[in-house]
């Protein structure tokens, strides 16, 4: 499915990312510096190969950085060597493919694997698999089956339901692990224990429901017992209607109480360190219907790679500083916002409008960075939902999901599989996640082989 390591990186596969143009090939003026000055110091030629494969990813994408190295690396041999520096490899790892933990033996062999699979992922190249959702038949609660939140690491995916329970699979054998119930206590409203937001990692599984709990478990040496990590106050803070997180926060959007719309903590304390905002202000009627039906979705917040946290009603977008925090930028959309289609990577945002214009902006000033039109959304009955990974923007509408580039807002594909409704999308740069209506988890993997 893919070519070596070598051709990969060394031969440069563009993937559809840009070999050629700006970075076809070494030019006779860098091989005249070379003759005329002589060798150039390692650490030198180094942060030279970082630079181009950096730019070339800003400018043509993260793909076309393969090319530009391979165009340095054949200008001599003393410049190839430094194709064996770890130190390079991780650095443009963590740049290009915002990955900081090392996942493979070598930080090349974590590079060419990351490369490969947002080829993949480009080119569609995927396996396709289905998951069914064990079925609690003491739970008389017709609702059960209807996904509220899915989440992915690199080797689990979680899905949790609005009455309350979050499935926890294994991503490799697809095999499913445990159920999780929140605590039991008194709840006001029917969906008050459905879940609002899910924190995943290969360690830790964090989840919280619309009445404010919050739960943990510990997943990596076998799967501790579930406690409760935060006990919500529904009456003051009003209803937790999303919830995500970082290696440092939690963060909580809430609507139905003026001026608590962010709720921040502390991960290692599990201290609430931030109470306050207005961005939910105007939807705090509709939230607390949210206790007792099934409506679509009033808000969302997610975090960036910056520590900055960027949420969104269906009429406004707020970017805010986690640690200081500080409201960094804010814009209304009068066209408003499907809030179901909002989502947001390491560095961009993805806003899609009611009439079915999505765009991707920088989180840092909102700045516009292209767009896109969800054809027919207008049309399309049921829900638009959409998520995004590092380079790609994926909507679901009318029965099928469809895959954008972000760099510059071309269309892709839309996938083979037809999927029917579907109530929960989640993707990352391996796996694209579905959960439709009845219990059904619909998985696609990009991962290279």
């Known amino acids: 499915m893919s070519t070596s390591s070598s051709e990969e990186v060394e031969g440069g596969d563009g993937g559809g990312g840009g070999g050629g143009g700006e970075f076809e090939g070494p030019s006779s003026r860098r091989r005249m510096m070379r003759s005329s000055n002589g060798v150039?110091?390692?650490?030198?030629?180094?942060?030279?190969?970082?630079?181009?494969?950096?730019?070339?990813?800003?400018?043509?994408?993260?793909?076309a950085a393969a090319q530009a190295l391979f165009n340095v690396f054949q200008v001599c041999s003393t410049w190839r060597a430094v194709s064996r520096s770890e130190l390079l490899w991780q650095n443009l790892t963590r740049r290009i493919w915002n990955v900081g933990h090392l996942a493979h033996n070598t930080w090349r062999e974590e590079y060419i694997y990351r490369h490969r699979t947002a080829s993949n992922f480009r080119s569609r190249r995927c396996v396709y698999s289905n998951i069914h959702?064990?079925?609690?038949?003491?739970n008389n609660n017709n609702d059960g089956l209807s996904c509220r939140r899915l989440a992915l690491s690199d080797h689990h995916l979680a899905a949790g339901f609005s009455d309350g329970a979050v499935h926890l699979f294994h991503l490799l054998s697809r095999l499913h692990l445990s159920t999780f119930y929140p605590h039991y206590r008194d709840r006001i409203g029917r969906f008050s224990s459905s879940v609002s937001g899910i924190i995943l990692s290969d360690v830790c599984l964090v989840f919280a429901t619309l009445d404010g709990d919050i739960h943990s478990t510990v997943i990596d040496v076998g799967i501790t017992p579930l406690r409760r990590a935060h006990m919500g106050d529904v009456v003051n803070d009003g209803v937790l209607v999303d919830f995500t997180g970082s290696n440092q926060w939690w963060v909580g959007l809430?609507?139905?109480?003026?001026?608590?719309?962010f709720h921040i903590w502390n991960i290692e304390t599990e201290e609430l360190v931030f109470i306050g905002g207005t961005l939910t202000d105007p939807e705090a009627v509709i939230g607390w219907h949210l206790l007792t039906e099934m409506t679509d979705l009033i808000g969302r917040v997610r975090v960036t790679s910056h520590e900055n946290a960027v949420a969104c009603t269906s009429l406004r977008v707020i970017v805010f500083d986690l640690a200081n925090q500080i409201v960094l930028g804010e814009q209304d959309f009068r066209r408003g916002i499907t809030v179901a289609s909002f989502d947001a990577n390491n560095e961009s945002t993805l806003i899609t409008d009611s009439r079915g214009t999505a765009s991707m902006r920088r989180v840092v000033d909102l700045e516009e960075i292209c767009r896109?039109?969800?054809?027919?959304?207008?049309?399309?009955?049921?829900?638009?939902?959409?998520?995004?990974?590092?380079?790609?923007?994926?909507?679901?509408?009318?029965?099928?999901?469809?895959?954008?580039?972000?760099?510059h807002g071309g269309y892709l594909y839309s996938f083979r599989e037809r999927i029917g409704e579907c109530n929960a999308l989640a993707a990352d740069d391996s796996y694209v996640a579905a959960c439709s209506p009845h219990g059904i988890l619909h998985l696609w993997d990009f991962r290279a082989q």
């Open 40 to 63: 150039w110091p390692a650490p030198f030629v180094e942060a030279l190969a970082f630079q181009v494969a950096a730019d070339a990813s800003l400018i043509v994408g993260r793909l």
């Open 133 to 138: 959702i064990p079925i609690d038949h003491n």
């Open 254 to 261: 809430y609507a139905g109480v003026p001026g608590r719309a």
């Open 372 to 407: 896109f039109t969800i054809r027919g959304a207008s049309q399309q009955r049921g829900r638009i939902l959409g998520c995004v990974n590092g380079g790609y923007g994926v909507v679901f509408g009318g029965g099928v999901i469809r895959v954008w580039e972000i760099e």
